[in-house]
């Protein structure tokens, strides 16, 4: 009996012993694996570090306008314009894009202005990209470096392109007039900004002003007969197609632009501060057609290359 029972007894230790052993083998490797997943569920936790947009310049179809990072020319919609938050949503979003962002935007190339780059929270708590106040989009229409989308009318409003100071330049252009600090009564755009003629244009109807030129010195376009107002004298109103099919304002022979450096209805700063080749200069304009006269103080000189 004692000999059975230690028989008996061995073989149970060793059952035992081995159940442990194939348990802290279980043990073991139960651990490799929850460690492995524990490892996983961290990576995955671990959120990607945010990337702000970037906000270039371009000129789809000779206009300088903002566009997106890999080009794409951006717009603002006119429902958005009342209090600056994003009103496009289901189909719209589908056909006009958002630019959305998981950081602070920033310049990228171009005459962007980092102070009125900014975001706005969208109702599913992404950030939308927004410019001087304005909601950006890209319009799924366009392919590249187009800008399709300018003035069309969907989801109940207008889609403007986006200038690099921040205005939205509406289909029809108003030449009116306003005083410009140091000089006589003069015209100006819509907003207030002061227009020029163009010393490279020689006092032809016709523009001299295309690529880097039209981004210091934006052609005054329209998309119909432009209007007068003020003192602006509607028989010298007009146009003049341009070599890239835009259709500019002239007033009295001289077509019509506006200075990028000119921030606020009656500055006339005009000058820019790169300093390639050839001298450029504009006057600003009387409402009787005349430049600036003799004495008044003249758009300081810009040296811009003609390219």
Request: net charge negative; with cysteine.
């Given at each position: ?38 490892s996983a569920r961290e990576e995955a936790a671990t959120p990607p570090k945010p ?106 409003g207008t889609w403007y392109l986006v200038l690099p100071d921040g205005r939205l ?64 004298k509607e028989s010298l109103l007009g146009t003049t197609e341009r070599e890239d ?63």
């Amino acid at each position: 009996m004692p000999l059975t029972f230690n028989l008996r007894s061995a073989v149970l230790l060793a059952m035992v012993a081995a159940s442990f052993f194939c348990a802290s083998c279980g043990s073991g490797e139960e651990s490799t694996t929850t460690a492995s997943e524990k490892s996983a569920r961290e990576e995955a936790a671990t959120p990607p570090k945010p990337k702000g947009a970037e906000i270039s310049t371009g000129v789809p179809n000779g206009r300088p306008v903002l566009v997106s990072e890999e080009g794409e020319t951006l717009y603002a919609f006119e429902k958005d314009l009342d209090g600056g938050q994003p009103t496009c949503y289901g189909k719209c979003a589908k056909e006009w894009p958002p630019l959305l962002t998981a950081g602070q935007p920033t310049p990228y190339e171009g005459r962007t202005s980092p102070e009125l780059l900014g975001t706005v929270k969208r109702r599913d708590g992404s950030l939308q990209v927004t410019y001087a106040g304005h909601p950006l989009y890209e319009y799924a229409g366009d392919a590249g470096a187009e800008a399709k989308g300018s003035m069309l009318e969907e989801f109940g409003g207008t889609w403007y392109l986006v200038l690099p100071d921040g205005r939205l330049p509406s289909g029809v252009a108003t030449v009116s007039t306003g005083e410009v600090k140091g000089l006589t009564t003069v015209l100006v755009d819509a907003e207030g900004h002061t227009l020029y003629d163009f010393h490279m244009d020689k006092g032809a109807p016709t523009s001299t002003c295309y690529g880097i030129c039209t981004d210091v010195w934006p052609p005054l376009f329209t998309e119909g007969k432009p209007k007068a107002q003020g003192a602006v004298k509607e028989s010298l109103l007009g146009t003049t197609e341009r070599e890239d099919g835009l259709v500019q304002v002239t007033y009295a022979g001289h077509p019509l632009y506006t200075y990028v450096d000119d921030k606020a209805p009656g500055e006339n700063h005009g000058e820019d501060p790169r300093v390639p080749e050839a001298k450029w200069y504009g006057w600003a304009l009387k409402p009787d057609g005349n430049e600036a006269a003799p004495g008044d103080p003249r758009v300081k000189s810009s040296e811009m290359p003609n390219s």
